[in-house]
């Protein structure tokens, strides 16, 4: 049997990190803090680096995806202006098309208007989300986008151990549309390969008799990721998936999304565990 590891977003900016893990530079202070984090996400990602340690060589593959934005973003506050306040919408506003064209909330870059309503459209159109801003975080190039430390150190050490490499996907580079899954953005952009139905990473994935998956977030990039898995795996074996449930948190204030996520995984045949039953 062959068996495979997905970490989902395993990132600094979602982690609560104790204070001694928080890094010390001398010309920040206080300490650099993580941008969203997920109560529960720092024992997750020790449990996982367990994992990794505990398995070592039973473990055939390893990918690891990384939330990655500009600082610039249509979910982030500084893509946005809010009239009525003169400024940014504060972190965690959901804004719709119908606000948008109501004047509540405008693009900073006012020509970016029609691109952004039909971005919003189709969104909302999916049924999946609505456009929530979020705090500023994973900044490609920033120490929140890197992988939580103790969790990379497992991975350098079981790479070591191997000969081979972590599989590192990225997503979120495009500032246009949100990209919760690591397989595809919630509106794809025609002109960007980045953002369609990534299938040489499905391929990859379902090459594993046993995929085990654990990150961050439950309630959002775990939860989009999975679903995309389920819905376009090509060999069709959910069976296959297990979902580490000790290894994932939800985002504060949705966790009956993520109970909601497990349980409808649970109906398709997708397996729930402890990273301890391994």
Known sequence: ?????????????????????????????????????????????????????????????????????????IAHPGFWHEPARAAAPAPFTTITAAQVRAGAYAPREAGALPRVLDYLDALEATGRYTLMVWPVHCQMGSWGQAVHAGLQRALDRWADAQGRSVQIVSKGENPWTEHYSALQAEV???????????????????????????????????????????????????????????????????????????????????????????
Do not use: Y
Request: net charge negative.
């Open 1 to 73: 049997m062959t068996t495979q590891l997905l970490l989902i977003d395993p990132q600094n900016d979602f982690c609560d990190l104790p204070e001694a893990w928080l890094p010390r530079t001398p010309a920040l202070d206080p300490a650099e803090q993580p941008a969203l984090p997920v109560a529960g996400a720092h024992a997750d990602l020790m449990r996982a680096a367990a994992l990794v340690e505990r398995l070592g060589a039973r473990l055939q593959g390893i990918t690891v995806t990384l939330d990655s934005h500009h600082r610039i973003d």
């Open 188 to 278: 794809p952009d025609a002109a960007d390969a980045r953002t369609q139905l990534n299938e040489r990473l499905l391929a990859a994935l379902d090459e594993a008799d046993e995929l085990l998956i654990a990150g961050e977030a439950g309630s959002h990039c775990v939860k989009a990721t999975v679903e995309h898995l389920v819905e376009h795996l090509p060999s069709g074996r959910c069976t296959k998936l297990v979902l580490l449930r000790d290894c994932i948190s939800p985002v504060g204030g949705f966790e009956a999304a993520q109970a909601a996520f497990f349980a409808a995984m649970q109906a398709r045949g997708v397996r729930l565990a402890l990273s301890t039953d391994f």
